[in-house]
Structure formats: structure tokens, C-alpha cells
């Protein structure tokens, strides 16, 4: 079960609506968070339910400051401090290879490039995690750098809406159930269809 979950993105004015940031722009779109206090520790916002839906255990989210590159530094000390698992932990962040409005449960794996993904892992010793990935897409002209860090348009926000509204109810059941019992129907989801 999860016990953790990250949202991998940049801080700062300037990155709000940026397409890297897609995870904190999902986290805004769930109504229970705005329930939770946080507070800045272990390099980021963090803040923790200690009863959630049937849940026993405490659930704590996270918003990593170091930017996206050092995600790791925010993530491994949570972890620690609190004797998480990495097998617990669920990094929801951009995905390049899946277009705007597919969604992807992953297990582990490769990292895809993603520099979020690689800090996570380099700090953890392990790429054994739970992923929750956000299609954003390649461009299709230029540089992959300047991509990720360009805001989305007025009617990929619109879309980002409608898609964020139907993952709701697959989001509290992420955090209430076996992970792994989702996994196969949410691998790919194209939530535009």
C-alpha cells in the first residue's frame, strides 16, 4: 500500500504552470489536500493524514523544493525519517513519451531520462517505486529542455481540467488499495477517448 507520495515539480512563480509541473498542478485539483497542513521539512511542503478513508497507517505527500533535478534530496530523507519503504512510495511527475490526457500506473523500471526520477532513485539505492505518470508529449520541433519548462496553452489547460477530473476517483483508490491491483487497467489510460 502507499504510504508516501511525491509531486515532482519546481518551485517559484515562473514554474507554476510550466508542463514539468503537471504533478503539483494535478495535486492542486484534489479537494482533500486542501484539508492537510503543511509545512516546510526535509527540503519541500510536507504534510500527513494520519486517517484516510480505511486506512490505519498515516499517509504523508510531499512537494519537493530542490527543483527537479535534486527531487532525491526531498524524497530520501522522508523516507528515512519516517522508515518508509521505497516499495511505498508513489512519484507522480511529467512523462514525455505518453500525449496530453494518458495517464500511466508504472512499477519500477527504467527512468526514462527523467532527471526527477533519476535523484529519486540515486538517493533511495533503488528504482523500485510506484510511479504515476502524466502524459505532457514531445515536441514536435525543439529542444526538450525549453518544452518542459513552457506553460501549457489555454486549451491544453482546458484538457488538463477534464483529465484531472476523471482521475479523482482512481487517485483515492491508489491511496486506499493494493497499488498492484490497479496497475494493469491504469498502464495506459487515455483519459480523451
Not at 33 to 54: R, V
Not at 129 to 147: E, K, M, T, Y
Request: with cysteine.
Amino acid at each position: 500500500m502507499i504510504s508516501a507520495v511525491a509531486f515532482l515539480g519546481n518551485h517559484g512563480r515562473k514554474y507554476q504552470q510550466n508542463r514539468h509541473n503537471i504533478a503539483w498542478l494535478f495535486a492542486r485539483n484534489l479537494s482533500f489536500l486542501s484539508d492537510i497542513y503543511f509545512q516546510t521539512k526535509f527540503n519541500g511542503q510536507m504534510g500527513s493524514i494520519q486517517h484516510f478513508a480505511d486506512r490505519e497507517e498515516p499517509l504523508y505527500f510531499l512537494f519537493p523544493e530542490t527543483y527537479m533535478n535534486l527531487s532525491g534530496q526531498s524524497i530520501g530523507p522522508l523516507l528515512s525519517f519516517y522508515k518508509l519503504k521505497p516499495e511505498n512510495l508513489l512519484v507522480v511527475h511529467d512523462e514525455l513519451e505518453l500525449p496530453l490526457g494518458t495517464v500511466s500506473l508504472k512499477w519500477a523500471g527504467g527512468l526514462g531520462g527523467h532527471n526527477g526520477l533519476r535523484s529519486t532513485k540515486e538517493c533511495l539505492g533503488t528504482a523500485d517505486f510506484w510511479r504515476l505518470r502524466l502524459g505532457i508529449g514531445r515536441p514536435v520541433h525543439g529542444d526538450v529542455s525549453n518544452w518542459v519548462l513552457s506553460d501549457f496553452t489555454d486549451d491544453e489547460s482546458i484538457i488538463l481540467g477534464q483529465v484531472f477530473a476523471q482521475m479523482d476517483d482512481f487517485f483515492l483508490q491508489l491511496l486506499t488499495k493494493k497499488p498492484e491491483n490497479l496497475a494493469k487497467k491504469w498502464q495506459k489510460q487515455n483519459l480523451l477517448v
